[in-house]
């Protein structure tokens, strides 16, 4: 199991009736978040052997944009992040990673509040754009860190 599994929430996508779901895309300020996040996490020296991401494309594209303040590190598409993803589904990919290792994966709420509810008993609000990271003793965690895009904005990231 890995040291750390750290979620980025998708940042502002458009409005739900601008096209189907799965499609939307990210507003410049989403774009802006998720670059931020991205200079966030690098900046805090954290490094990840495995990134990844719900296929819908707000969240694709936080992925991608975050990535590239994180070195070569590029997110793959995983399915079940796309709804309905829980627990379960986050510590497999987190141990697909192998031990000691950091996985940051990216999505949506309300499944991702859940999954940190139900891996630390933690009740959290995670903003679009949003960072936690979670240190994992097995099937439990500890919630280690919370920023909001405000937050990050303010560390000058």
Do not use: Y
């Not at 979620?7 to 009736?17: C, N, Q, S, V, Y």
């Not at 309905?84 to 990216?106: C, N, W, Y």
């Not at 936690?132 to 303010?154: C, K, M, S, Y």
């Amino acid at each position: 199991m890995p040291e750390h599994l750290w979620f980025l929430r998708h940042g502002e996508a458009e409005p739900h009736d601008a096209r189907p779901d799965e499609r939307r895309v990210l507003t410049p300020r989403g774009e802006a978040q998720a670059r931020a996040a991205g200079r966030a996490l690098a900046t805090l020296e954290l490094t990840f052997q495995h990134v990844a991401s719900s296929p819908r494309v707000r969240a694709l594209d936080t992925a991608r944009l975050a990535c590239a303040s994180l070195g070569d590190r590029q997110p793959v598409v995983h399915g079940e992040l796309g709804s309905d993803f829980g627990a379960d589904q986050a510590l497999e990919i987190a141990s697909a990673a192998g031990t000691d290792k950091r996985v940051l994966v990216v999505g949506h709420n309300p499944d991702f509040e859940q999954v940190l509810h139900d891996l630390t008993g933690a009740r959290v609000a995670l903003k679009k754009g949003g960072i936690a990271g979670v240190r994992l003793q097995g099937r439990r965690g500890t919630l280690i860190v919370l920023l909001r895009p405000r937050e990050i904005d303010r560390l000058g990231c």
